[in-house]
């Protein structure tokens, strides 16, 4: 409990924040936007100063070692790292802090800890490095539940098992991404998910949520990766059969991907690996516009060229991370292999960017990912979180959302929803302010567009503000046929929408699931369902 801390507000650990230069950077880019000189200021308070109510319960004594009841233990897992998050920790406002937060050593002590929870009538929340932006792990809970424990899984870090022969690793689920890596790097293997909470967030995590990682096509989501799982439910443990595929049955593997810890705890799972890359290809295409450009990154993913990496920057997006002025779209690309040189799918690549009117920022080479525009949009996509925290405190509105529409309907999807997300802030905040796009992922049949949203907003209605905001651009992307998210997963904040996009027969399938497998609703009550 004592390692290098996560923080209780902003992300990353205690002392990692943006350098002076980036805070100024990210600064002025606002308020050229907002066209203001200088913002008003507020800060959080200090960890020593954090108001908690009294636990309202405690641990047995065979349950106290694993226990802490402690302030920096129940303010660091109040919150995640929403944008409401942030509001609600500049406010000092910790009123929904667990009571207790446990810290389990292996599957038997997750058990013991879910009977403990049922017994005093505790709601339970899962936690893995809590980057979670959607309220996935707030212990927003209230009703019948007598109390609020968490469970953090940062003790089962160890990949337990390598099969080289089959490149498949059984990994214990709060192992975080660097820390995975390490272990696998000795093997010449990699899980090859990357995605931008990499540094902060853990195995378990990733599959409860459905990440999507690093790789923009083919490879996109934990779901590719996952062999077989172990979870621990209210009900008892269940232990998947590890097969390279099956054909039997609905696959229960899939049933608690995505699951957001509502159906049982993941302490451990089978992943297939990859070999390490050696070879690399890549650099940045830019384009007179977005749409130009997103035609020419379909041909792309249709030709079936699979580039590690092809994001694409709208002019604003470009501009405001650095990799552009404004004046022109960025294309990102990538090819890497652990097999063969990808010198000729880049080249592929290129030509088909051509044909769009296309043109390379320079030659494309090994080293071209890390410099020019696709060097500097990485290190800012890397850094950007960070930017968060010291935003808020200025009044900032600066948020996301991403979902996933198919290439026929994108550009009236896109026009749609970036327009009510401008009304909604020219409305909440009389005066206008920004949405822009990128792509982080696409498939042969459809983007999965980004977008980012800034406002000026006023101290103490922030979260009034950005509810109206984030509630107009949800019902948009919704009422044009999107998702409600590709990668963030539904968490608490989602909840309106999700529910609004699954079939209602599905919603009473997994109503049923959820009482079979946890049936006094222990389990982050109000994600995905109500208990």
């Known amino acids: 409990m004592a390692e290098a801390r996560l923080k209780h507000f902003g992300w990353g650990r205690v002392g990692e924040t943006l350098t002076p230069e980036e805070e100024a950077f990210a600064a002025g880019r606002y308020g050229e936007l907002f066209g203001i000189a200088a913002f008003e200021q507020h800060h959080p308070p200090p960890l020593e100063h954090v108001v908690l109510r009294a636990p309202r319960v405690a641990p047995p ?26 509001v609600h920790g500049l406010a000092g406002d910790y009123a929904n802090a667990p009571d207790v937060v446990a810290y389990p050593r292996n599957a038997d002590d997750i058990a013991t800890l879910l009977d403990w929870a049922d017994s005093v009538g505790g709601a339970v929340i899962p936690f893995g490095g809590g980057s979670s932006v959607v309220g996935g792990v707030e212990p927003r809970v209230g009703g019948k539940y007598k109390a609020a424990i968490t469970i953090d899984l940062r003790n089962l870090n160890r990949v337990v098992e390598v099969d080289r022969t089959s490149r498949a690793a059984r990994i214990e689920a709060g192992t975080y991404g660097p820390a995975l890596e390490a272990q696998l790097k000795p093997h010449g293997l990699t899980l090859r998910h990357f995605p931008q909470s990499f540094e902060y967030s853990t195995l ?52 608690f991907i995505g699951s957001e810890g509502i159906l049982g705890i993941i302490t451990e799972a089978w992943m297939r690996l990859q070999d390490r890359p050696r070879f690399r290809a890549g650099g940045a295409v830019r384009f007179g516009d977005l749409f130009t450009a997103a035609r020419a990154l379909r ?75 696709a060097g500097v949009w990485r290190n800012a996509f890397i850094r950007m979180p960070f930017a968060r925290e010291k935003m808020v405190a200025r009044g900032i509105i600066g948020d996301t959302f991403e ?7 994108f550009e009236s999807f896109h026009d749609a929803v970036k327009a009510a997300t401008m009304r909604a802030i020219r409305e909440v905040t009389d005066r206008p302010g920004q949405v822009t796009c990128r792509f982080t992922h696409v498939y042969p049949d459809g983007p999965a567009p ?59 399938a997994l109503r049923e699931a959820k009482r079979a497998l946890d049936p006094n609703g222990l389990l982050n009550p109000g994600v995905l369902i109500d208990p």
């Open 61 to 86: 004594p065979s349950l106290a070692t694993l226990c802490s009841s402690e302030r920096s233990d129940r303010a660091q897992h109040t919150y995640g790292k929403s944008f409401l998050d942030y």
């Open 204 to 255: 378990g995590g990733w599959i409860a949520t459905r990440s999507g990682g690093h790789f923009a096509s083919l490879y996109t989501h934990i779901d590719d990766f996952v062999e077989n799982l172990t979870v621990v439910t209210p009900s008892g443990r269940i232990e998947t059969r590890r097969l390279p595929g099956s054909g039997a049955g609905p696959s229960p593997d899939r049933m």
């Open 299 to 373: 041909a792309i993913s249709q030709a079936g060229l699979y580039p590690a990496n092809c994001r694409l920057l709208d002019p604003l997006e470009a501009r405001n991370t650095g990799a552009g002025d404004g004046s022109f779209a960025v294309m990102v690309l990538a090819f890497e292999s652990a097999d063969h040189e990808v010198g000729p799918w880049q080249k592929r690549a290129l030509e088909l960017c051509a044909d769009f009117g296309g043109r390379p920022e320079a030659a494309a080479g090994a080293d071209a990912t890390q410099e020019g525009a």
């Open 403 to 409: 979902t996933a529409i198919t290439w026929e309907r």
């Open 450 to 508: 980004y977008f980012t949203f800034s406002a000026l907003g006023s101290h103490g209605a922030l979260a009034e503000q950005w509810r109206a905001i984030k509630e107009a651009a949800s019902s948009a992307l919704i009422a044009a046929g999107g998702t409600i998210t590709h990668h963030h997963a539904v968490g608490r904040d989602h909840r309106p929408w999700y529910d609004r996009q699954r079939p209602p027969l599905f919603a009473a």
